[in-house]
């Protein structure tokens, strides 16, 4: 959770400095991701919105990985394709992350009828799910109501996890449904349902670990509703001080911080002290100071990569844009 909100901090003070064209901080709700995360089986899939990183993190994602996607240099996995933390990684079973609100969650469960057919025909084999996360705001999308109904009458094994953080980008939680939050929709779809402290690390990985018992169990989905407080800016893009008082995002601050709670929790059994606490936080800050360096000084992906990897064999059309683009480059090489 410190490393996720040194990297958060650093990263976003990068864009700021125009070092990256965006960024997304998770401030408040690390304690969510790592407390779904740490409960899942690392062959299950996840399905992420775009405030996931902490999960992937789990997994095994490095610093240079984050930094490199970034930065969008030669190292990126999405081959400079993607704008900032549009994450993706094939050996960590983590779908990359697509802009357009709750796609994902279709996808998940389409994922997790296949792993439902694969568990019928491979019974001793060791069965996985996928898990699609959302915020409330993406929950008023139309792919929510077709995520859920497919995945509740196709009796799919998957987990819909919604990080409920009070705001969709500046419209508040009260602007966007008049019923008791999200969770209130799964009895509606015949779905079972939880809804946890989102703040609470252990309450969350409790939550998930049973959440993903009866999905496996019973071959169908469930879902949460992990309740917390977006601490940061939708995004570099948004300003949330148009909409929201300083005053209430300090007193949330103050109140519900996963990351003081859990310090707290830690200290209450003395297991870590002043002195642990700022070694660990300039060691994390250390380290993702020197991947973002390494990041930056890193050279741009090859253009030609722009043209590669949706097809198999690269048809006319998209050949005769790489000859065009080639031309216009030379053409206009030092220019500009």
Not at 206 to 230: D, G, N, W
Request: charged share 20%; net charge negative.
């Amino acid at each position: 959770m410190i490393r996720l909100r040194k990297m958060d901090t650093i990263l976003h003070n990068a864009q700021r400095q125009g070092r990256i064209s965006f960024y997304m901080t998770h401030h408040g709700e690390e304690g969510l991701l790592i407390g779904s995360a740490s409960a899942l089986n690392p062959k299950d899939y996840v399905f992420a919105q775009y405030r996931e990183a902490g999960v992937l993190m789990w997994r095994g994602f490095t610093l240079d990985q984050f930094c490199n996607q970034c930065f969008s240099n030669d190292l990126d996995l999405g081959k400079g394709r993607q704008m900032p933390v549009h994450y993706g990684c094939r050996a960590l079973n983590f779908q990359t992350v697509s802009s357009p609100l709750g796609t994902q969650l279709t996808q998940a469960v389409g994922a997790a009828y296949k792993f439902k057919l694969d568990a019928a025909s491979h019974p001793e084999k060791e069965h996985i799910i996928s898990i699609a996360y959302f915020g409330d705001g993406a929950a008023s999308c139309i792919d929510f109501h077709s995520a859920c109904n497919f995945a509740s009458t196709l009796r799919v094994p998957m987990i819909f996890f919604c990080r409920n953080n009070g705001y969709a980008i500046s419209t508040p939680v009260k602007d966007q449904y008049a019923g008791d939050g999200i969770i209130s929709r799964a009895p509606g779809y015949g779905m079972a349902g939880i809804r946890v402290d989102g703040n609470d690390i252990f309450a969350v990985h409790a939550a998930v670990q049973a959440a993903r018992a009866y999905a496996v169990q019973t071959s169908s989905p469930v879902m949460i509703e992990a309740m917390t407080y977006r601490q940061g800016h939708h995004s570099t893009s948004d300003d949330s001080a148009r909409y929201r008082a300083a005053e209430e995002v300090q007193v949330a601050t103050n109140v519900s911080d996963p990351t003081v709670r859990l310090d707290l929790f830690l200290r209450r059994f003395g297991w870590i002290d002043d002195n642990v606490a700022t070694s660990i936080e300039d060691e994390e800050r250390i380290a993702v100071l020197r991947a973002m360096e390494a990041a930056e000084a890193r050279p741009d992906p090859k253009i030609e990569h722009m043209f590669e990897d949706v097809y198999h064999e690269k048809p006319p059309h998209l050949v005769r844009q790489e000859e065009e683009l080639s031309r216009h480059l030379k053409k206009y090489h030092g220019q500009g």
